[in-house]
């Protein structure tokens, strides 16, 4: 907390004690993280039960760990001065607020002298406006020199907007944030939050969400600072079933990767649905046909079939257990009985399997009890255990594991035929049986499609540790198993979908939402669009958003804020001597240059690059000058200046090509530099 606000007549003046406030700032973040340091360390000597003891350790330790490791930066963004009159400020009359990242107090006990972005009062900071200011008088926003470290030299700028006064200029400030050059990972946009996206951000913690972004309206920023929210605002309720951030890819991952840290938030898991479900390396590619029938939601009926068949209440013999001098007997039709109670309960396989032998269990226990009074738990456990009734478990709910059920499935034409009749046909029951069948699950080659299918099973043997939130972005892609996936992590915890339906590119990509939110298991989620683009300039969205007609997809049209960029298309007979001139009169400016193309002319590319002297990473490497990025990896990241080259080679290289196309124009944030031989897929509006 700052004094209350007064006129400010001197920039400089004004500057210096922001400055100067700063430095008091950093002084008390030090202290904070020292503490946390010396907390850990009286902790560790701290006498407590065990597991007590491991608890506050671990807390005590991750709060260290955080202060320790957070990313260098500016302390504050903002600040708010309250009108001194109670009637129209309340409780905060008087005051004034530095807003940021982290909250920093020189002591626990002592008033804050930066409030977390997150706290309640900071939602005014993003909602307050001329004419709605909410008691605030003056909403102040810092400059900082781009990629500053945290000095207070390199805080340069200050912009005063008098919403009590009705001021209604657009920020300098925040326009300047938005169109900056990107190098490096994506960056946190808590300073520049607008209110749709705060909105979404502070959803409650049980209400689940999907939004439907354009490009460059903020979805994927808006997905990860609603999970840190969520771990501000509901700690306990998160701890208890955990945050997990889904991403389509390890390079997507890698570029979102610093935004949770700056934030405060370091202890999310980060992940691929792939690496969720990596039971074994995959070792084989399915060919296009199979892969879609592997990954149809008709799939789940038939492993359920194939898993409960083993199940075989007919076959029970009479149980007969000897007890000392007695022998107790179970007829073959309640044992079959109890078998088809269970059975018709749907538990999960291997919970099922431990019903019928406690039911089984107390059967006998009552003949036991009516003949020699009570027994005790010893004797219960002793009969569970017995081999008689281990055997009849064998035989009328046997064991199961995932590889071999799937095996045999896949390997079988019989098998798969009973348990697929009536829910594929025949040329899909063909695609999905193996040409080779291997001799064991050991041996087995599995496909990316096979490993869903392996969680599927396994989900249906036992039920998987589930999380208190899950992101998802990218969404408009996953299959419907791989739904099915993330459902069973979700069973009671919420979700936040994030996607675009324009940019789907797999061959399940959702054509609608309210199906893939059924398949998620969330078939009430509401369906929020953001159509505003902060990052997309309006040159690009004019083209983008002509090439979205062709689309056939029912997603609105972006609108930019940005009335900047450029769009150069340029068609020359040799497209890798037009790409090294146009990458060298990229590099006049700053920022990212990203060269996406087909996804076999990569190697050719970067060879040709460097050839002419400009080196080039590729897309896992975000600090990169020059990337020269496969058209199938470039989902989800963003560079300054895009040389696009030879689009009818993306489109051609895959069945749902003109989507893929769509994506790779919409990742550049002021330049896009279109180079083709061969003509264009896609119609041109008149403006271009």
């Known amino acids: 907390m700052t004094d209350p606000n007064a006129p400010i007549s001197d920039f ?70 309250f009108h001194q009159d109670a009637t129209a400020a309340g409780e905060h009359a008087g005051q004034s607020y530095h807003i940021g990242r982290l909250r920093i107090t020189r002591r626990p006990s002592d008033p804050p002298l930066v409030i977390d972005w997150r706290a309640p009062i900071s939602r005014v900071f993003y909602q ?89 309206t903020g979805k994927t920023a808006v997905g990860l600072h609603r999970a840190a929210y969520l771990l501000y605002a509901f700690p306990q309720r998160i701890q208890r079933g955990g945050m997990l951030v889904l991403g389509p890819s390890q390079t997507f991952l890698t570029y ?24 074994h390396p995959v070792r084989a590619q399915d060919p296009r046909a199979t892969a879609i029938v592997k990954h149809d939601a008709r799939m789940a009926e038939v492993l359920r079939r194939t898993l409960y068949a083993r199940v075989r209440p007919e076959c029970a013999d009479a149980l007969v257990l000897p007890d000392g001098s007695y022998r107790w007997r179970i007829p073959p039709d309640v044992l079959a009985r109890t078998v088809r109670d ?14 019928v032998r406690t039911r089984v269990v ?51 034409p019989e098998a798969l035929a009973l348990a697929a009749t009536g829910v594929l046909d025949s040329g899909e029951r063909k695609a999905l049986l193996w040409a080779d069948p291997p001799r064991s699950p050991a041996s087995a080659r599995w496909s990316a499609a096979d490993l869903v299918l392996l969680d599927e099973l396994a989900g249906l043997m036992e039920r998987p540790p589930g999380y208190g939130h899950i992101v998802i972005d990218e969404a408009q892609d996953l299959s419907p198993m791989e739904c099915r996936v993330i459902a069973r992590r979700s069973p009671f915890g919420s979700l936040t979908v994030l996607g675009d339906l324009a940019q789907g590119t797999t061959p399940w990509a959702a054509r609608d939402w309210p199906r893939l939110l059924t398949h998620l298991g969330k078939a009430e ?13 309006q040159a690009i969205a004019t083209l983008t958003n002509h090439l979205l007609t062709q689309l056939n997809v029912p997603v609105p049209p972006a609108r930019s804020l940005r009335r900047d960029g450029e769009v150069h298309i340029e068609r020359t007979g040799n497209p890798t001597a037009a790409t090294i001139t146009a990458v060298r009169a990229a590099l006049i400016h700053d920022g990212s240059i990203g060269v996406i193309a087909a996804d076999t002319e990569v190697g050719a590319l970067r060879d040709a690059l460097a050839g002419a002297g400009i080196p080039a990473s590729g897309p896992d490497t975000p600090q990169a000058r020059v990337s020269v990025v496969p058209a199938s990896a470039a989902k989800g990241l963003e560079y300054d200046h895009v040389v696009a080259v030879e689009p009818a080679a993306i489109v051609h290289a895959e069945p749902r090509g003109l989507h893929r196309l769509y994506v790779v124009l919409t990742r550049a944030v002021s330049r896009l530099h279109v180079i083709h031989s061969q003509p264009l897929p896609f119609t041109l509006p008149t403006e271009a």
């Open 12 to 81: 400089s003046e004004a500057l210096g004690r922001e400055r100067a406030y700063h430095d008091r700032c950093r002084a008390a973040q030090n202290a904070m993280s020292e503490s946390a340091q010396e907390q850990v360390i009286i902790g560790e000597h701290a006498s407590a039960s065990g597991p007590d003891a491991e608890v506050l350790g671990h807390q005590l330790r991750t709060r260290a760990k955080e202060l320790r490791e957070l990313p260098p930066g500016p302390l504050f963004f903002g600040r708010l001065n």
């Open 128 to 216: 307050a406006n001329p004419g709605d200011p909410q008691g605030v008088t003056i909403r102040r926003r810092y400059g900082w020199l781009p990629a500053s470290r945290g000095d207070s030299a390199d805080l340069t700028g200050l912009e005063d907007e008098h919403l009590h006064a009705g001021d209604t200029r657009e920020s300098a400030i925040v326009a300047g944030e938005i169109g900056r050059p990107r190098i490096g990972p994506m960056r946190d946009i808590a300073a520049t939050i607008q209110p749709e996206q705060d909105d979404l951000v502070r959803e409650e913690f049980t209400a689940s969400l999907c939004v439907q972004g354009a490009p460059g």
């Open 256 to 279: 979102v990767s610093q935004v949770l840290p700056a934030l405060g938030e370091g202890e999310v898991r980060q992940s691929t649905v792939e690496d969720e479900i990596a039971r």
């Open 342 to 355: 269970v059975l018709a309960e749907e538990p999960p396989y291997a919970m099922g399997r431990e019903r």
């Open 362 to 412: 107390h059967l006998v226990q009552q003949q036991a009890e009516r003949r020699a009074g009570p027994r005790p738990n010893s004797w219960a456990q002793k009969v569970a255990r017995a081999r008689p009734l281990t055997a009849l478990l064998h035989t009328v709910w046997p064991n199961a594991q995932a590889e071999q059920v799937l095996t045999e499935l896949l390997g079988s």
């Open 525 to 537: 989620t509401p369906v929020i669009s953001l159509t505003t683009g902060f990052r997309l300039p």
